[in-house]
């Protein structure tokens, strides 16, 4: 029960850290969360306890987060940046290992050279959360940002790689450098394997699931939750390292299989996307609420440790946080000035110098360091019998001491050496950043409701859709934007119009006068966008030889006996129906699955739906009316609800001014109250 009550202060404080987060947005998020894990173990006397199976630890928290960040990567950043990003995520990860590993033991000759490296290895990696929260104080450089990204997910798999070898090495009592090198490359390479073959069965079940009709969206999500935990558990199992298996399988995207579009899968990625966020967002609180609590713990037993003065504890604390930054800056440096010289052809600049601080001072370590940490087991099996870890309180309460120095390092000194542009150009680029961030989260809600929508629904969702078309062409008006025409878009409706009547009339399910008619119209109006739109080229003369040809046929055609003309106006009316829902039906999977642009599709899919309409010409009774007005408001509810979770998750990421995003807030209220009736 008390394990209970204190999981659910934890999953509290991480409520209020959410809250507290958008009044103070310039103090970062993982301080707030250890300002409130401290506060509870104040509460509670500082008997707050925390021990957890290290092999649980590793799973429950880490695997999870892994994959996450592996799924929601920028891939092609990843890859254009790969030299530094592994430069950073391996070579400068095993130079903190070795340099904090060395000094410390230097140091503090208690402490063993292996546990050294251990803390070392679990100080290498950064913190995707406290680098989220700068990015919303700060503007960083773009080549920065790309680096601290990827650095951010590779550096944590080789820092847990690195602190797992090192705990071996305490646990054994030896430590064979040509033997830890084998066994690093064996679990490495291993991992990658294991990653990559464990990801496409993933895929090929996805794949197999789909083929057979099973478009669940809990299937699928639940699914994907419980790929991190198997890939690092089966891995695991095969002695090779499970945290770089993750995170392959993340980079696959195992539910997610490229080319797999349609409403299904979009409905399916949005429930995941929300899934995932929530998830991911309570274990890194849970984990810095966690740091917190054990904060009274760590500092109690090892200040109150007569072995070593306070004020060389903290000394140390100091100490190892500047000669971790000092490393980094150093490599950062050397990096960055070889970059300069060899691929831009320039001197090194003040600006470049600049740079090169900030990718240092954003360095700060948080949750992956800290959950390793915890997973250090207080006793282990050396020789016969169970002994304690040595100095695990020394080592944790350093943990402890640098990733607070780090945080704080970071939320003060980073903005200092970046600091936000002229308010003129700022208050210009956020309006433009606001408007083009505004339109983003309007297309995000239409393709939504694109996704959900069902042949019950169709019509009121045409209905909001078409409200939210005319709201993005009011902000493009607002703000200057203007459309181009998308003439690639509709000469892909007309062809597949074109498709599917040149199928019915090899069925035989419409008579070749009217087919070929049809045809010649499809054709002409092709041409016409074709010369409007300055497309050329064979696809172009090969539509006008098939309309001339087309059109000399009908001709003929026209001329022979048949149907009497209202048989044939009536067959031409079903034959434009069949090929008007097929052309929607496409459109549709196209908006749902982003492929073209959101609201131009939109506008395309809703123009197509107003002429089936037309071609239906049916009057509907005012039983049905109030039906359809019925459900139109249960579709602008779930409308709403969609557009506040967008402006709340832009906001978070700052793509969107706190002042813009309450404004947004306000409105969708607004308009929620008028829909209930409450104004």
Not at 237 to 258: E, F, K, M, Q, Y
Request: aromatic residues 8%.
């Amino acid at each position: 029960m008390e394990t209970l009550t204190l999981g659910l202060f934890m999953l509290a404080a991480v409520l209020a850290s959410s809250l507290i987060d958008q009044i103070i947005p310039r103090v970062s998020l993982p301080l707030v969360q250890i300002g409130l894990g401290l506060l509870i173990a104040i509460v509670a006397g500082g008997d707050i306890e925390i021990t957890l199976d290290p092999e649980l630890f590793l799973v429950f928290f880490i695997a999870p987060l892994l994959y996450d960040e592996a799924k929601r990567a920028d891939k092609e950043a990843l890859w254009r940046e790969r030299k530094p990003v592994l430069s950073l995520a391996i070579g400068l990860v095993v130079a903190t290992t070795l340099v904090i590993g060395f000094a410390l033991n230097a140091i503090v000759p208690s402490i063993p050279l292996a546990a050294a490296f251990a803390l070392g290895a679990a100080l290498g990696p950064t913190d995707a959360v406290a680098v989220s929260s700068l990015s919303k104080q700060v503007d960083i450089p773009k080549r920065q940002a790309s680096m601290l990204k990827g650095e951010l997910l590779l550096n944590d798999a080789s820092g847990i790689v690195s602190f797992q070898f090192a705990v071996g090495a305490v646990t054994t009592g030896t430590f064979s450098l040509l033997h830890a090198s084998e066994d690093f490359l064996v679990e490495f390479l291993g991992g990658l394997l294991f990653g990559a073959i464990l990801g496409f069965i993933g895929n090929w079940v996805v794949r197999k699931a789909r083929d057979i009709g099973v478009e669940n969206t809990n299937f699928h999500v639940l699914f994907e939750v419980l790929i991190p935990f198997l890939v690092y558990l089966i891995s695991d199992a095969c002695h090779v390292s499970g945290v770089i298996a993750v995170v392959v399988a993340g980079l696959i995207n195992v539910t997610s299989p490229r080319g797999t579009i349609g409403p299904s899968v979009s409905r399916m990625n949005i429930v995941s996307s929300s899934v995932w966020h929530v998830l991911t967002y309570a274990l890194n609180g849970i984990v810095f609420v966690m740091l917190g609590t054990q904060l009274p713990n760590a500092m109690h037993d090892t200040w109150d440790n007569v072995a070593i003065q306070n004020s060389t504890l903290i000394l140390l604390v100091f100490g190892l946080t500047f000669l971790l930054l000092f490393t980094r800056f150093v490599w950062v440096l050397v990096m960055d000035y070889l970059h300069v010289r060899r691929k831009e052809r320039r001197w090194f600049s003040t600006d470049d110098l600049r740079s090169v601080l900030i990718t240092t001072f954003s360095g700060a370590k948080g949750t992956i360091t800290l959950s390793i940490m915890f997973s250090i087991a207080p006793n282990i099996m050396l020789r016969p019998y169970a002994v304690p870890f040595p100095q695990r309180d020394l080592l944790i309460f350093l943990a402890c001491g640098v990733i607070v120095c780090t945080l704080l390092l970071a939320t003060f000194v980073v903005p200092l050496l970046a600091p936000k542009r002229d308010e003129g150009e700022g208050e210009r680029l956020r309006q433009e950043r606001d408007a083009e961030t505004t339109l983003e989260i309007m297309r995000n809600v239409i393709e939504m409701l694109t996704a959900q929508q069902t042949a019950e629904n169709h019509v009121e969702t045409r209905a909001v859709i078409r409200s939210y078309n005319d709201r993005v062409a009011r902000i493009k008006e607002t703000n200057g934007i203007e459309d181009e025409p998308n003439v690639a878009l509709r000469l892909k409706a007309l062809s597949w119009e074109h498709e599917r009547a040149i199928e019915l009339m090899e069925s035989g399910d419409v008579s070749a006068v009217v087919g070929y008619q049809y045809l010649s119209r499809l054709e002409r109006m092709m041409h016409l966008l074709e010369h409007s739109g300055q497309i050329g080229g064979m696809h172009a003369f090969r539509i006008r030889l098939r309309a001339l040809l087309h059109r000399g046929v009908n001709a003929v055609l026209r001329e022979l006996p048949g149907h009497t003309m209202a048989a044939r106006t009536e067959e031409m009316r079903q034959l434009q129906v069949k090929c008007r829902v097929y052309a929607i039906q496409h459109l549709e999977d196209a908006v749902a699955s982003s492929q073209v642009s959101t609201e131009d599709a939109a506008a395309l899919l809703l123009e197509y739906q107003r002429s089936l309409g037309a071609l239906h010409n049916s009057v509907p009774t005012v039983t049905a009316v109030i039906k359809v007005e019925d459900r139109t408001d249960d579709i602008k509810r779930l409308a709403y609800h969609y557009e506040l979770e967008q402006i709340q998750e832009a906001y978070e990421e700052d793509r969107l001014s706190r002042i813009h995003a309450r404004r947004l807030r306000e409105n969708v209220q607004l308009m929620q109250m008028d829909l209930d009736d409450t104004v």
